[in-house]
């Protein structure tokens, strides 16, 4: 079992700045793939980024460079930093942990274990 936290959310004006973190606690945090994900009102839950578990490896849904996925396992936190932030980036940010496949997941249903969440609203 993973226990998974999120912090680090909250209210911020268009072009503001966030850094998520997500705590994990149980199996061997170093040997899992970490991903974020979010889901805005409405809408269904959608990847935004993941990293391998050494961290060598990083996939972003948005490749404009507005965000940083990155990781402490001597810590057990992963984080991402948003930068630039639109208010279309408001919704509910989702920490995700699997174990490794042959290549990273993208899709919500690939992952095993997910925080609780925490909201993100940028205001215009």
């Known amino acids: 079992q993973v226990q998974l936290v999120e912090s680090g959310g909250g209210l911020v004006q268009s072009g503001g700045s966030l850094r998520l973190s997500c705590a994990a606690c149980?199996?061997?945090?170093?040997?899992?793939?970490m991903g974020w994900f979010r889901q805005a009102p409405g809408k269904e839950r959608e990847f935004v980024s993941v990293?391998?578990?050494?961290?060598?490896?990083t996939t972003y849904a948005d490749s404009t460079g507005r965000l940083t996925i990155t990781r402490d396992n001597a810590k057990n936190r992963v984080y991402l930093q948003m930068n630039s932030l639109k208010p279309e980036d408001t919704a509910v940010y989702y920490c995700?942990?699997?174990?490794?496949?042959?290549?990273?997941?993208?899709?919500?249903?690939?992952?095993?274990?997910w925080g609780q969440g925490t909201q993100v609203t940028v205001s215009s």
């Open positions: 995700a942990a699997n174990k490794p496949r042959a290549q990273l997941g993208v899709r919500a249903m690939e992952y095993d274990y």
């Open positions: 149980g199996r061997t945090f170093s040997r899992l793939d």
């Open positions: 990293i391998s578990y050494s961290g060598g490896t």
